[in-house]
């Protein structure tokens, strides 16, 4: 069974230019997630989808960042315009949701973004 | 808020040393308890988990018992291998979200 899939595997933009992330979740898995991971860090979330709706984006920054999961299957995040620190691995997991009885999450391999 | 505290690393072993990593966490409820392991430039792969106290996740030869009493959770492997080598990262999992610790880089020489 494939996994999570993810792309571009690396992505370095200019600071204020535009980005977008892509993430094609496990087949038959509900809920998705994108995650922030900082060098030397943890991964944080940014916001979780249950099918196509974003069920908790509280720490996605909207001035800048947005995210869509049409049709409930692939997401895509993007940040508009770029800054600095937006430099991280941004990645995505999937699970198969808390109605399914299983909320163990799956990560796919991350997009290193850096912002010159 | 849940919270995860692991040991800071790197923690260095020779191959076949015994190793342990600790993590405490702080949680409402009975959060689930998840081992994912990243190797470098990789994402994160599970390693274990444990759904309720007393449980023992284990996997390749890691294992880790669910203390709700020590509110704990801590990594140990009998005989490391130099394929070990990788960032180690403790996480709890409630209302659907995960809360990780910072991560323990661990190091095994040959």
């Known amino acids: 069974e494939a996994g999570v899939v993810q792309s571009p595997r690396y992505k370095i933009i200019e600071k204020k230019q535009p980005v977008a992330f892509w993430c094609n979740p496990i087949s038959g898995h509900n809920t998705l997630y994108w995650y922030l991971q900082n060098l030397g860090q943890g991964p944080e979330l940014l916001i979780r989808?249950?099918?196509?709706?974003?069920?908790?984006d509280s720490q996605l920054p909207k001035d800048r960042f947005s995210a869509e999961r049409l049709k409930g299957v692939d997401s895509t995040l993007k940040i508009q315009p770029a800054e600095l620190g937006d430099s991280a691995v941004y990645l995505c997991a999937s699970s198969l949701g808390r109605i399914a009885g299983d909320n163990t999450q799956y990560f796919g391999p991350g997009t290193r973004l850096t912002v010159l | 808020g849940n919270s995860v505290t692991q040991m800071e690393g790197p923690v260095t072993l020779s191959e076949e040393a015994f190793l342990t990593i600790n993590c405490t966490y702080t949680a409402t409820g009975y959060p689930s308890l998840f081992w994912y392991v990243q190797y470098p430039g990789e994402g994160l792969q599970l390693l274990l988990k444990a759904t309720k106290a007393d449980d023992k996740g284990s996997n390749k030869g890691f294992e880790a018992t669910y203390r709700k009493e020590t509110t704990s959770f801590h990594l140990e492997k009998g005989s490391v291998q130099v394929s070990d080598s990788a960032v180690y990262f403790c996480a709890l999992e409630g209302y659907s979200t995960l809360t990780f610790g910072k991560g323990t880089m661990l190091l095994v020489s040959p």
């Open positions: 989808y249950e099918n196509e709706e974003a069920v908790d």
